[in-house]
């Protein structure tokens, strides 16, 4: 007698999920860079770092021609250079937030990321990696080798060269990308670019004029005013009754002052951004 059997069912294995749909911030920024690599965005990131090496170095060549041994400070140096930070890194954070902005709603990326169920706030986690450190490489480079050119041309050093080295290029970068996170917010949640770059522009006017008004602790409430608020530099008035720089006299607090500002302005900007996306 044939005895026949009948198949036993198997449970379909289930589908992997998608890479590209999923939540990891490095996975969005690769994604990012590769949206942006040779886009306008790119050609606009270039020319910024042009013109602030350039500012930066026209700013240093005039000290480096002054005849005054007090004036050849590597400190002075790098102070000057340090104190564009905050009139130019709201701006230049700015335009570059809304070029990606524009460029995603162009090309409907944003409709794509929505279809593939991705949160806006990892969205912008990966988008503030890319901007945030386009700025702040635009003045961590000068930040950088403007000392090294100050050093190398026999201008003096007070204190350590190693902490007045990193210490102002690293408060610059954090305090670059705690702009940039604001300004990408605000390019995402509003809907105009035009009042994105308005304010990136009065916040620039406004953070640059802290230190001129003497208020410098006002600029833990704006992000364009925390290079100024945890600058690392202090003043103080030499012997002959003129006015000198020096590096503050713990000043790694000045960094780790500027983290945490950068993460409480990031967590508030995903706050503002996630009570939009639950109103949508």
Same mark, same amino acid.
């Given at each position: ?9 198997? @449970? ?5 999920? !998608? ?7 490095? %996975? ?6 590769? /949206? ?11 020319? &910024?770092?042009?013109?602030? !090496? #350039? ?6 060549? /005039? ?9 050849? @400070? ?19 954070? $700015?335009? *570059?937030? @809304? ?9 409907? &990326? ?22 945030? @450190? ?9 930040? =950088?080798?403007?000392?090294?050119? $100050? ?13 007045? *080295?990193?210490?102002? #290029?690293?408060?610059?970068? =954090? ?18 670019? #035009? ?22 602790? =006002? ?6 005013? =925390? ?29 780790? $002052? ?7 302005? %990031? ?6 951004? /996630? ?6």
């Amino acid at each position: 007698m044939n005895i026949t059997t009948a198949p036993i069912a198997t @449970s379909p294995r289930p589908m992997r999920r !998608s890479r590209a749909k999923g939540d990891d911030p490095f %996975t969005l920024t690769r994604l990012e860079l590769l /949206k942006l690599c040779g886009s306008s965005f790119s050609w606009m990131w270039l020319g &910024m770092m042009l013109l602030v !090496s #350039a500012w930066s170095g026209m700013v240093f060549m /005039k000290r480096a021609g002054n005849p005054d041994p007090a004036l050849r @400070s590597v400190i002075l140096a790098d102070g000057e250079i340090y104190r564009i930070v905050s009139l130019l890194a709201p701006i230049l954070s $700015a335009l *570059l937030t @809304s070029r990606i902005a524009v460029l995603e709603t162009t090309e409907r &990326m944003d409709v794509k990321w929505l279809s593939f169920g991705q949160p806006d706030a990892a969205r912008f986690v990966g988008k503030l990696i890319v901007a945030g @450190s386009a700025v702040g490489l635009c003045f961590l480079i000068p930040l =950088l080798w403007v000392p090294l050119a $100050a050093k190398d041309l026999g201008f003096t050093v007070t204190g350590s060269f190693i902490a007045l *080295l990193w210490i102002p #290029a690293s408060v610059g970068f =954090l305090s670059a990308m705690a702009t940039s996170a604001v300004q990408l917010m605000l390019s995402m949640v509003v809907g105009r670019q #035009a009042v994105g770059l308005g304010i990136g522009v009065v916040a620039g006017v406004l953070g640059s004029g802290l230190d001129a008004m003497n208020q410098p602790a =006002l600029g833990w409430l704006l992000p364009a005013g =925390l290079s100024s608020a945890s600058s690392p530099f202090t003043r103080s008035v030499r012997m002959d009754g003129g006015a000198a720089m020096l590096l503050a006299a713990h000043p790694w607090e000045s960094v780790i $002052a500027a983290a945490a500002a950068f993460v409480g302005w %990031t967590l508030v900007s995903v706050m503002v951004i /996630k009570v939009k996306e639950a109103r949508r």
